[in-house]
């Protein structure tokens, strides 16, 4: 399991230096000494000292430093445990001059690396030790234990590793002071050349469209690496957008700007492309430019659907898709009463937000509870008790008919069973559509959604095309191959880096379990597995009326997905079950005895 080792760790972990014997691939995906070409450490040195403008957004950003110190520092070193203090398979952190490192036994063997997931800074110690990965237990993101690697997501960032030695029976590690402080590392990457004269083109401004080129980056692509994005800030997480709607496009970002200018990854603004020819290799946007590519790697995500109603023009009526409209919600919402029309997630947790901010909140979908569909009755009910808690109040079995406004700005939304809604803010989150329009004369295949068909290493139907995120259909490999769309944020990584390894020739399989989270009033519910063709059934294990429960999803007599309120890691141990192609049966779900055959 897991992927291969990272290229240097420790104190040598930098980025590819351009001096000496650096390499690339050239056009024929070969490998070839580069003349020389800039590195990451030059552009760095000519940034220092810098601010940098976010594209279109006018705020100065600090410079980043992605690379590890020239000077790791002092060595440091101390003995940790006794070789026989832990047993195969146990995790514990300890304390090293006063920083936290996770210290590992598997196999017989130590390792040590950064304590804390790089995404959001949750315990590793607390996520699930298996086959030479841990992963996190509030999102999923696992990492290599004897490297540090991320080799699944959400998050960019590696860990540091430090070295372990075994010496008359005393485990001890080794290290330097700033490496040890620093806990993060960026994968080894190289930089623009002007002997390579490819140009690899990324259309979309989220994190497919990142981790596809600082894979390319990783492989060693000395050509141009080019991401168009249509918006006005630099690539950032649109998952933040309904749990924190009140924030910027600067803070939202997955990178500062500095990072893409060390690693020489060029990110347009502004830039919505328009049409795409593939015989000519050709990518024109809205401005009238139009870029030549080599290959082209399309991660465009989706637009929320309108509201197509009588009314539904009127001022005040909100689509959530940007920083910008996060913004307008919360400014127009304060002291209002506000309609949120969809009972999944993003209406809900937009409603969360607002609840204690707005004069009322009121919640309008067909179901006859929230988050249905993913959820199943009993989990939905007790989400709906939460919120209702919180004063948010419900009108189930409805639609929105019409909406009614006073001088051209939204008064009252009435619903399709005659009831009237005093409505001064109306929030549409019923869902999205694939942002591919522009692809229809392009020849690349697609649905009749609008989603683009591509395989299990993201290549579409065109040579040298790729897609990736929420625009695709894929083979899901823990549904026997069965074609998905899969929204999540954790699978838009983990598209962007098996499209990337394609780009580079490097056939590697997406295999990423689906995971996702919803964060509501401080309680954060997460879920692994794939449950698309619907579930018969749903095993409770724990109490609903606390929040404090596992659900098991089952389709005839096998667990097909799992959620949680409370009890980590119990979906991190379902997901490394799901990626084994191990079955979790109906009968063990309430012993638990099922985790421990996670490493058999």
Request: net charge negative; charged share 25%; proline share 5%.
């Amino acid at each position: 399991m897991g992927c291969s080792g990272s290229k240097s760790e420790g104190a040598t972990s930098r980025a590819t230096s351009a001096q000496g014997d650096s390499k690339q691939r050239n056009k024929d995906g070969n490998k070839s000494v580069a003349s020389n070409p800039r590195s990451p450490e030059d552009n760095k040195k000519s940034l220092e000292g810098s601010s940098v403008d976010e594209p279109g957004y006018g705020q100065k950003v600090a410079p980043l430093d992605p690379l590890p110190p020239d000077d790791p520092g002092v060595p440091i070193e101390k003995v940790v445990c006794q070789f026989d203090d832990f047993k195969d398979g146990e995790m514990r952190e300890v304390d090293i001059d006063g920083s936290k490192v996770l210290l590992v036994r598997e196999h017989g063997e130590y390792h040590a690396i950064g304590a804390r997931c790089t995404h959001v800074k949750a315990p590793l110690v607390k996520g699930v030790l298996c086959n030479g990965r841990v992963r996190c237990p509030w999102h999923g993101a696992c990492f290599n234990i004897r490297t540090g690697d991320i080799e699944d997501f959400p998050g960019l960032d590696s860990l540091q590793k430090y070295t372990t030695v075994v010496e008359e029976g005393n485990v001890k590690v080794k290290t330097f002071d700033k490496l040890l402080k620093s806990k993060i590392r960026v994968k080894e990457m190289s930089c623009f050349s002007e002997m390579e004269e490819d140009l690899y083109l990324i259309i979309g401004g989220g994190p497919a469209s990142v981790v596809c080129a600082e894979t390319i980056r990783q492989e060693g692509f000395r050509g141009k690496v080019v991401i168009a994005t249509k918006e006005p800030h630099l690539p950032y997480d649109r998952t933040k957008l309904s749990k924190a709607p009140d924030s910027t496009g600067s803070k939202l970002a997955l990178r500062e700007a500095d990072f893409y200018k060390v690693y020489d990854i060029e990110v347009l603004s502004n830039k919505e492309a328009v049409s795409i020819d593939t015989m000519l290799n050709s990518a024109t946007f809205a401005d009238g430019d139009t870029i030549n590519y080599n290959k082209l790697m399309i991660a465009t995500g989706g637009r929320p659907k309108p509201l197509t109603v009588p009314g539904g023009d009127l001022e005040n009526i909100c689509l959530l898709r940007s920083p910008e409209d996060g913004n307008t919600i919360v400014e127009q919402s304060k002291g209002k009463n506000v309609v949120v029309v969809g009972t999944s997630f993003i209406g809900l947790e937009i409603a969360a937000y607002l609840s204690k901010k707005a004069k009322s909140v009121q919640v309008v979908g067909r179901s006859n509870v929230p988050f249905k569909h993913t959820l199943g009755d009993k989990v939905g009910a007790a989400m709906q008790k939460m919120h209702e808690e919180r004063g948010v109040k419900f009108h189930f079995g409805a639609e929105v008919q019409e909406c009614i406004g006073k001088d051209g700005k939204l008064s009252e939304v009435i619903l399709t069973t005659n009831e009237k809604l005093s409505a001064d803010v109306c929030i549409v989150g019923t869902g999205v559509l694939p942002s591919t329009v522009f692809l229809q004369d392009s020849g690349i295949e697609m649905n009749s959604r609008g989603h683009i068909i591509v395989d299990k290493y993201m290549r579409t139907n065109k040579d040298n095309v790729f897609a990736g995120g929420d625009i695709v259909e894929f083979p899901l490999f823990t549904s026997g191959d069965e074609p998905v769309n899969i929204g999540h944020y954790q699978m838009a990584h983990a598209h962007g880096r098996t499209a990337g390894l394609s780009m580079m020739e490097v056939d590697m399989e997406l295999r990423s379990v689906p995971f996702f989270w919803t964060e509501q009033y401080g309680k954060s519910l997460r879920y692994s597995g794939y449950n698309g063709p619907g579930f018969d059934d749903v095993i409770i294990d724990g109490n609903l009326d606390e929040l404090h429960f596992t659900a098991y999803y089952t389709k005839g007599d096998k667990v097909i997905a799992v959620a949680s309120m409370g009890p980590d890691p119990m979906t991190g141990h379902a997901a490394e079950m799901f990626l084994a192609g191990k079955t979790i049966g109906k009968e063990e779900c309430r012993d638990k005895e099922w985790t421990n055959r996670i490493q058999d």
